[in-house]
């Protein structure tokens, strides 16, 4: 039961991460650090007050930096790596005992792919909302990511199955709207 509540837990930071990588981070720190949620054993680390400072420090800086239009493009790029090395690392801390194999492969797939295609997603968004706006929206879509981020951690902390379930249907939303893109004719074809 432990590690399926693990998994689901991994799967909503892992999402939350998508939308802003060091809010969940710092999320699972606090939570790590008070005992909400167990941690594997190498994974203590994650709940050290110099851990919960990074990463809050960190946290701050890249929800303001992504309130400057030409900054948040060069962010979505730069930390979308980031976002998937979050995604696994918060998946595997959540698995506790389990197989190095099985968690290092699940974290990876699962947290890596879940966090990935999060992030891809939503620098579609703002990618499709930047070009007729000139940029002027942006702002509307990072307070968006953040408080979704936000959100999505307190979930996951709290109430895991509901987490796995949003992170699902986000999933969900994001594969079909890039079916939906890939089936149009080119224009002027």
């Given at each position: 039961m432990e590690t399926l509540i693990g998994v689901l837990v991994g799967i909503g930071l892992s999402a939350a991460s998508g939308l802003r990588v060091f809010i969940p981070l710092l999320g699972l720190s606090i939570a790590g650090h008070y005992q909400v949620i167990p941690l594997g054993e190498s994974f203590q680390w994650l709940a050290s007050w110099q851990a919960m400072l990074a990463f809050g420090v960190a946290g701050v800086l890249e929800v303001g930096a992504y309130y400057i239009p030409w900054l948040d493009h060069a962010l979505d790029a730069v930390l979308a790596p980031a976002a998937a090395l979050a995604g696994t690392l918060m998946t595997a801390s959540t698995l506790g005992d389990t197989s190095p194999l099985l968690k290092w492969s699940f974290a990876i797939i699962a947290g890596g792919g879940v966090s990935s295609m999060v992030h891809l997603?939503?620098?579609?968004?703002?990618?499709?909302?930047?070009?007729?706006?000139?940029?002027?929206?942006?702002?509307?879509?990072?307070?968006?990511?953040?408080?979704?981020?936000?959100?999505?951690?307190?979930?996951?902390?709290?109430?895991?199955?509901?987490?796995?379930?949003?992170?699902?249907?986000?999933?969900?939303?994001?594969?079909?709207?890039?079916?939906?893109?890939?089936?149009?004719?080119?224009?002027?074809?």
């Open positions: 997603g939503t620098s579609a968004l703002r990618a499709a909302v930047s070009l007729p706006t000139g940029g002027l929206a942006n702002p509307v879509v990072s307070s968006g990511e953040g408080l979704g981020a936000i959100a999505m951690t307190l979930l996951a902390v709290f109430m895991a199955p509901v987490a796995f379930v949003i992170a699902l249907w986000m999933l969900y939303r994001i594969v079909k709207r890039f079916l939906q893109k890939r089936g149009k004719p080119p224009q002027g074809a």
